[in-house]
């Protein structure tokens, strides 16, 4: 017999471009599939390209989290 899903989730674990800065503490809206979802921005990281530049990755959280 086949369990009963209560709820399902989508953990997001990517990075992708995103063509300007968020500020810490900012909400971003993603869509998926048409649904709209607020993600705030948590933490801001820097990667060193050794080559005197940097990357800069937003980590963002589910504000339904």
């Given at each position: 017999?086949?369990?009963?899903?209560?709820?399902?989730?989508?953990?997001?674990?990517?990075?992708?471009?995103?063509?300007?800065?968020?500020?810490?503490?900012?909400d971003i809206a993603v869509e998926i599939?048409?649904?709209?979802?607020?993600?705030?921005?948590?933490?801001?990281?820097g990667k060193d390209n050794q080559d005197?530049?940097?990357?800069?990755?937003?980590?963002?959280?589910?504000?339904?989290?």
């Amino acid at each position: 017999m086949e369990p009963t899903i209560n709820e399902r989730f989508v953990r997001l674990t990517s990075t992708v471009p995103f063509p300007e800065d968020i500020t810490y503490g900012d909400d971003i809206a993603v869509e998926i599939k048409g649904r709209s979802y607020i993600f705030n921005c948590v933490k801001i990281e820097g990667k060193d390209n050794q080559d005197g530049t940097i990357d800069r990755v937003f980590i963002l959280k589910s504000v339904s989290e």
